[in-house]
């Protein structure tokens, strides 16, 4: 594999009071990697991006060598992929996944670079998926999932994980509940209520 060689070219822009550099790296081919401003010290403070192939990647911002506000991460095809906030390097307030085609598909919130509250994942159509409670990046409470149509699919809880502890409830495309479980804290879940009045075995 043919080795980069990292150029890097300073141009200096003149403002009112002071000077703002813009860095630009390329290959060996004068294709872009990265560009972004730094301050009188050498640190990124301002607008960064980078690039693979000429296209843009990610887009963020710097303040005194530590990335502050938000960070955009970018599908090939140019649309938003990820849109993220950080707070003095860590990850803060909300974060959004977004589907290829430009519909959301995971929104959430982190403070001080944790996972925390309602995590609501989406269909194409917009209609919610799922709606899962996180307590320090880890499923903890309630968690409801539904159909396309937005009948309900499954509703319960998870305890330290993705594991479902207590009582377990399973609906048909329909909406109508068609299976209860009880789960204990390794997750095991047994069926203990049917329909059709038998037992079922199936998780």
Do not use: H
């Amino acid at each position: 594999m043919k080795l980069q060689t990292i150029i890097v070219l300073l141009s200096l822009f003149a403002l009112s009071c002071s000077s703002e550099r813009f860095v630009e790296v390329k290959d060996d081919d004068g294709k872009l990697i990265e560009r972004y401003q730094v301050d009188k010290a050498g640190s990124k403070d301002g607008i960064y991006e980078s690039y693979n192939s000429g296209k843009l990647v990610s887009k963020a911002n710097y303040e005194e060598g530590i990335q502050s506000g938000k960070r955009v991460i970018y599908y090939e095809n140019g649309s938003p992929e990820i849109e993220e906030n950080y707070a003095k390097g860590q990850l803060e307030g909300e974060y959004k996944v977004f589907y290829e085609t430009g519909e959301l598909k995971l929104i959430m919130r982190y403070s001080n670079n944790t996972i925390q509250g309602q995590v609501k994942k989406y269909y194409t159509s917009g209609q919610l998926m799922e709606d899962v409670a996180f307590v320090d990046n880890e499923e903890n409470g309630p968690f409801v999932e539904y159909w396309e149509d937005g009948s309900l699919k499954w509703e319960g809880a998870y305890m330290n994980g993705d594991n479902e502890f207590g009582e377990l409830k399973k609906y048909n495309e329909k909406g109508v509940l068609i299976r209860k479980l009880m789960c204990d804290s390794l997750a095991v879940c047994r069926t203990f209520w049917t329909l059709e009045g038998g037992v079922d075995n199936e998780e």
